[in-house]
């Protein structure tokens, strides 16, 4: 049975930092692309970032690109999430994902993603 369970959330002030954790088990992770997505209350699923299957490759959404950062370390099966800089509208639900299929351009849809986490929430005051 494929589990994903984030860790990390919390409630932060604007500006500070924050770390998310993917465990994954269940699944030969070094065989799956990982992403982040997010969503807030009232607003659709949105991608977050995601990286290759070896970690060579990273993607981001044009929102968070400079301020989060998301790394994999294959031989402990889990995904990270560096978040910084935070804003009040990075507010919401974080799940992570697995995909065993991802092309450079579908990558940033929820599409090729086979397995979700249940999700961690991050709450971010101004």
């Known amino acids: 049975q494929v589990r994903l369970v984030e860790s990390g959330g919390g409630l932060v002030q604007a500006g500070a930092s924050l770390g998310l954790s993917c465990a994954a088990s269940g699944l030969t992770f070094s065989s799956y692309t990982m992403g982040w997505f997010r969503q807030a209350p009232g607003k659709e699923r949105e991608f977050v970032a995601a990286?290759?299957?070896?970690?060579?490759?990273?993607y981001y959404a044009d929102s968070v690109k400079g301020r989060f950062t998301i790394s994999r370390d294959n031989a402990k099966n889990t995904v990270y999430l560096q978040m910084s800089s935070l804003k009040p509208e990075d507010t919401a639900v974080y799940y992570c994902?697995?995909?065993?299929?991802?092309?450079?351009?579908?990558?940033?849809?929820?599409?090729?993603?086979?397995?979700w986490g249940q999700g961690s929430q991050v709450t971010v005051s101004s």
């Open positions: 994902a697995a995909a065993n299929s991802a092309s450079s351009v579908s990558v940033y849809l929820s599409r090729p993603y086979n397995y």
């Open positions: 990286i290759s299957r070896s970690g060579g490759n990273t």
